[in-house]
């Protein structure tokens, strides 16, 4: 079992930056892939981010790729989404996600909001 909780979230300014932590209780941490997601009002969730267990290899979506960056630390069970360069369209609920090939946990999402 997996328990994730997001911080971070909050209100930015166009051109601003957030970093989100999103931190993990439970064992095991370093077997699961770690992805952010991220729902704006009345929109499907969608898919931000994502690292992989051993090698960090990271992924983006096209919308977030080059102001966005990914990272995680094991040793404290914890992975990071740090937004550079936030646009008003980047308001959304951002959610952790850890999943493995038979488990997939999320956490409760942390509100980010970019408006002048």
């Known amino acids: 079992q997996v328990q994730l909780v997001e911080s971070g979230g909050g209100l930015v300014q166009p051109g601003g930056s957030l970093r989100l932590s999103c931190a993990a209780s439970?064992?095991?941490?370093?077997?699961?892939?770690m992805r952010w997601y991220r729902q704006a009002p009345g929109k499907q969730r969608e898919f931000v981010a994502s690292?992989?267990?051993?090698?960090?290899?990271?992924n983006y979506a096209d919308s977030v790729k080059g102001r966005f960056t990914i990272s995680r630390d094991n040793a404290k069970n914890a992975v990071y989404l740090q937004m550079n360069s936030l646009k008003p369209e980047d308001t959304a609920v951002y959610y952790c996600?850890?999943?493995?090939?038979?488990?997939?946990?999320w956490g409760q999402g942390t509100q980010v909001t970019v408006s002048s």
């Open positions: 690292i992989t267990r051993i090698s960090s290899t990271t």
């Open positions: 996600n850890a999943v493995s090939s038979t488990l997939n946990y």
């Open positions: 439970g064992s095991r941490f370093s077997i699961y892939t």
